[in-house]
């Protein structure tokens, strides 16, 4: 069997991290780190994350705002309230939470939020400086990612890795981060020939589809790493359960090391999340 990579221990590592940056920048500074974290409509899964990223901002000793603004918002009420955030100087870290609405233009609202308080790491300018070699807010899932693969593999010079996925969210960002650590980097996506053998020549396969149980044992070098950021609702026996991209239980036969779904890459992200914000403050002091 695969060796399982523990999200969450790795995440409570980094969480202690932050706690401890989070009481230097109270006790040095009279700051306290905090993040404002925008939610408009009632989609189940962004209120469940929504939820966990202010409980964890408050574990971890920070300030956290919350802002729930009905699916009929507009564009401007939102920018207005962004602007606010942006000028607000106790606030460090601004999050909107994706997808929004479909009458949102998602790119303008991301652009509209200040680079330093960007903690997404999606603001145009923070995915340039990522891109040139100069990362400064790192998007928190392929942040976290990195984190994982780093126990596994200290060293990632010259490691043959897939990236399934193309989002800006993940794939993309998660490409950059493994070509700066010298990875050799491919990415496929839905319209990629010949996947399977792509990714069945990788030492290393970050899957992040957002279909359930999409990659299996036939995929896998054996003995390679798989990173699943996948986070699927399936109904198994009338039961609702959490699955990953990739089918666990074959793949982890094969793998030298998976990460799980539950509690893999998504503690990861938060932790990541909390991580950037307390960077975001420090910037914030000069
Ligand atoms: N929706 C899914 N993942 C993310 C994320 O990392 N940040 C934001 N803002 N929304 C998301």
């Known amino acids: 069997m695969a060796h399982l990579i523990d999200g969450k221990q790795l995440s409570d590592q980094v969480l202690q991290e932050v706690a401890s940056e989070v009481e230097l920048l109270k006790g040095e500074h009279d700051i306290v780190p905090t993040l404002a974290v925008v939610l408009v409509g009632e989609d189940p899964a962004s209120q469940v994350y929504v939820r966990n990223k202010v409980k964890r901002a408050t574990e971890a000793g920070m300030g956290s705002i919350e802002h729930r603004l009905d699916a009929e918002t507009s564009q401007a009420t939102l920018s207005e309230l962004i602007d606010h955030l942006n000028s607000d100087p106790k606030v460090h870290g601004i999050l909107v939470q994706l997808p929004l609405p479909s009458h949102f233009n998602e790119d303008m609202v991301i652009a509209s939020i200040h680079p330093a308080k960007d903690v997404d790491g999606f603001h145009p300018l923070n995915v340039g400086a990522l891109a040139s070699g100069q990362p400064s807010l790192v998007p928190c899932t392929p942040q976290g990612c990195m984190i994982m693969l780093h126990q596994v593999h200290p060293d990632l010079s010259g490691k043959n890795v897939v990236v399934v996925g193309r989002s800006n969210i993940v794939g993309k960002p998660m490409a950059a981060l493994l070509l700066q650590a010298n990875c050799t980097v491919t990415i496929a996506h839905s319209r990629t020939k010949n996947i399977e053998s792509l990714c069945r020549n990788a030492d290393i396969v970050v899957a992040a589809v957002g279909r359930a149980e999409f990659i299996n044992a036939d995929w896998i070098k054996p003995g390679a790493t798989?990173?699943?950021?996948?986070?699927?609702?399936?109904?198994?026996?009338?039961?609702?359960?959490?699955?990953?991209?990739?089918?666990?239980?074959?793949?982890?036969?094969?793998?030298g090391a998976i990460t799980p779904v539950p509690g893999g890459v998504g503690p990861m992200t938060i932790a990541c999340l909390l991580l950037n914000t307390t960077r975001a403050a420090r910037r914030q002091l000069a």
């Open 226 to 255: 798989v990173i699943d950021v996948g986070i699927n609702a399936i109904d198994l026996d009338g039961k609702r359960k959490l699955v990953g991209d990739v089918d666990f239980e074959s793949v982890a036969r094969v793998a």
